[in-house]
C-alpha cells in the first residue's frame, strides 16, 4: 500500500523525537510489524547491541562523576540544551571564558565564512564518527549558519556523555553573528 512508507515514516519521527527530549519508552531491541491492511500491530523482540548497552553505561558513569564534581552547575531540563547569542558569546569571552567552538558547518560553508576562535570544524552529520576529537573537559560552543544544525548536535552530545550543563547552541549562528557582532560576516 502506497501509504505504508508515510505511517512508517511518522512512527519513525515520533521514535526521534522521544530520543531526542529523552521522553516515553523507545523501541530499541522491538522490531514493529505493521499490517497495514487489518491495520494491526505488533512487536517482536530481539536481543539489544551489547556495543549500544557499553555505550549506555559509559555515558551513566560521566554523568555520574559530573554530578560528583566539586563544581555545581545547573544542568538544563532533559531534551533542553544550553542556548548563548553571539553577543554573549563574545562578553563571557572577553571576561576570561575559553569554550571550544565547533563550527557543525558544510566545507563549502566554512569556505565562506568562520567565526573568529574556532577550534575544529566538524560537519553535523560527521559528529557521532568524529565525537572523539571533542573535549569533554572543557565548556563547548557550537555553530552553524542559523543555529539548527548545531541545536541538533548539542542536543546528542548532551544525551552521549557530554555535560549538558557545559554544552551551547549558539543561536542565530553566523546570521545572528553578522547581526550582533560584525556586519562584514556574509549571510549565505
Known sequence: MG???GIVGSVQSAEAIKLILGIGDL?????????????????LQFDKMPERE?????????IMQACQSQEVREEPPIGHVL??????FIERRSQ???????????????????????DLRIEHINVPAKAEDLPKDCDLV?????????????RWLGQS????????????????????????????
Not at 557499553?54 to 560521566?62: A, D, N, V, Y
Not at 542556548?83 to 554573549?88: D, H, R, S, Y
Not at 576570561?96 to 574556532?118: H, K, M, Y
Not at 543561536?171 to 557582532?181: N, P, R, S, T
Open 3 to 5: 501509504v505504508l512508507p
Open 27 to 43: 523501541l530499541s531491541g522491538q522490531l514493529m510489524v505493521i499490517d497495514a491492511k487489518s491495520m494491526k500491530t505488533r512487536s
Open 54 to 62: 557499553k555505550i549506555t553505561e559509559m555515558s551513566e558513569q560521566l
Open 83 to 88: 542556548e548563548i547569542t553571539p553577543a554573549e
Open 96 to 118: 576570561g571564558w575559553n569554550p571550544f567552538l565547533l563550527d557543525v558547518r558544510r566545507e563549502n560553508e566554512a569556505a565562506i565564512v568562520s567565526l573568529p576562535g574556532t
Open 142 to 154: 557550537i555553530y552553524c549558519r542559523s543555529g539548527g544544525r548545531s541545536d541538533a548536535v548539542a
Open 161 to 188: 556523555g557530554w555535560d549538558r550543563a557545559r554544552v551551547w547552541n549558539m543561536v542565530g549562528g553566523i546570521h545572528l553573528w553578522a547581526d550582533q557582532i560584525d556586519s562584514a560576516v556574509p549571510k549565505y
